[in-house]
């Protein structure tokens, strides 16, 4: 059974950051690429940033040089660092592994960023 769960999500002011965890069981995490999504409310679900099984990055150009996705692989864990969060990152925060056809997601974890 794959699970993917997420945590560290919170309220946050704004300039603050905070930084999710995404914990895997279930797949040979290594060989996955994983990625972290966001969906604020009223709004259709986008990708924020990808890790592949080599370490090669990708960003959404709205969190390029604020966030950060990096991955443990002994630990199964996907990372995403937020810095110099704004009320815009306001979103339910998810992250996916995939390969080839196969794709897994976790029940996402809530970041709000208000004064």
């Known amino acids: 059974q794959v699970q993917l769960v997420e945590s560290g999500g919170g309220l946050v002011q704004p300039g603050g950051s905070l930084r999710l965890s995404c914990a895997a069981s279930?797949?040979?995490?290594?060989?996955?690429?994983m990625a972290w999504y966001r969906q604020a409310p009223g709004k259709q679900r986008e990708l924020v940033a990808t890790?592949?099984?080599?370490?090669?990055?990708n960003y959404a150009e709205s969190v390029q040089g604020r966030f950060t996705i990096s991955r443990d692989n002994p630990k199964n864990t996907v990372y995403l660092q937020m810095n110099n969060l704004k009320p815009e990152d306001t979103a339910v925060y998810y992250c996916k592994a995939s390969r080839f056809s196969s794709e897994y997601w976790g029940q996402g974890t809530l970041v709000t960023v208000s004064e």
């Open positions: 279930g797949i040979i995490f290594s060989i996955y690429t």
């Open positions: 890790i592949t099984r080599g370490g090669d990055t």
